[in-house]
C-alpha cells in the first residue's frame, strides 16, 4: 500500500476564495490523481499529475478552477480557486502501487 | 462513455449472512478490478483486486469476475455490523486511471 498525507483534513472557506490542498507520500510516484466527492456521490476525476509535465484535467475540469503543482516525485497541491458552494465536497489524492490505487484521507470542504 | 454501474441499495443482510454486491461495466476493453470500502466520512480503502475471471478469495472476501459477462461481484461472508459501509466498484480502462461506481450501501443488521 502507500501512506499518504492531505493538509488540511477540512476546512471552510467563503465564496471567491481560493484553498490550496496538500498531498504527501511516502515513496516516489510517478502518477498522482485528484478526485472529487460531492456529498452522497461517488468519485470523480479531476486530473492527473505527473512530475515534470503540465497535469492533464478531464472533461468539464479547467486549469484555470484547479490549478495542480507538481514538483517533485512525493508531492502535489490542488488548488480550488475563485470558490462557490457547488465546490463544497470531500478532495482525495491518490497513487498507485502497480495496478493498485491508494488514497490519502481526503480534504472535507465547506464553502459559505 | 465508459460506465460503471452499481446498485445503489441500501442491502441489507442479518449479521452472518452472506452479503452480495454487484456491479456491471460498459468496456471490454477493461483489464483490472477493484472494490474499495468507504465507511461515512472516510476516504476509500481497497479490499479486493481481480485481474482475470474466476473467483479470488481473501478472508471473509471473494471477488468474481466475468468478462465476457462484463461483470465483477464481491461477496461477504459471515457479515458483521463492521462491514457496514458503501463499497464501490472501479475499474481501470487505461493509464491507472479508474471509473467508479456509484456505489452500494450495505448495511449488516445485529
Known amino acids: 500500500s502507500a501512506v499518504i498525507s492531505q493538509k488540511p483534513s477540512r476546512d471552510i472557506c467563503q465564496r471567491g476564495t481560493s484553498l490550496t490542498i496538500q498531498c504527501q507520500v511516502d515513496?516516489?510516484?510517478?502518477?498522482m490523481f485528484w478526485y472529487r466527492q460531492q456529498p452522497g456521490q461517488s468519485l470523480t476525476l479531476i486530473a492527473t499529475?505527473?512530475?515534470?509535465?503540465?497535469?492533464?484535467?478531464e472533461s468539464g475540469f479547467v486549469i484555470d478552477k484547479f490549478p495542480i503543482s507538481r514538483p517533485n516525485l512525493t508531492f502535489s497541491t490542488l488548488t480550488v480557486s475563485n470558490m462557490s458552494p457547488e465546490d463544497s465536497s470531500i478532495y482525495l489524492c491518490?497513487?498507485?502501487?502497480?495496478?493498485?490505487?491508494?488514497f490519502g484521507p481526503g480534504t472535507r470542504l465547506t464553502v459559505t | 462513455q465508459k460506465e460503471v454501474e452499481q446498485n445503489s441499495g441500501p442491502l441489507s443482510v442479518p449479521e452472518g449472512a452472506i452479503a452480495s454486491l454487484n456491479c456491471t461495466y460498459s468496456?471490454?476493453?477493461?483489464?483490472?478490478f477493484f472494490w474499495y470500502r468507504q465507511y461515512s466520512g472516510k476516504s476509500p480503502e481497497l479490499i479486493m483486486s481481480?485481474?482475470?475471471?474466476g473467483d479470488k478469495e481473501d478472508g471473509r472476501f471473494t471477488a468474481q469476475l466475468n468478462k465476457a459477462s462484463q461483470y465483477v461481484s464481491l461477496l461477504i461472508r459471515d457479515s458483521q455490523p463492521s462491514d457496514s459501509a458503501t463499497y464501490l466498484c472501479?475499474?481501470?480502462?487505461?493509464?491507472?486511471?479508474?471509473?467508479f461506481g456509484g456505489g452500494t450501501r450495505l448495511m449488516v443488521k445485529p
Open positions: 515513496s516516489q510516484v510517478t502518477m
Open positions: 472501479a475499474v481501470n480502462n487505461a493509464g491507472n486511471m479508474l471509473t
Open positions: 481481480i485481474y482475470s475471471n
Open positions: 491518490s497513487v498507485t502501487r502497480g495496478y493498485e490505487q491508494y
Open positions: 499529475a505527473n512530475q515534470g509535465s503540465e497535469a492533464t484535467y
Open positions: 468496456d471490454r476493453g477493461s483489464q483490472s
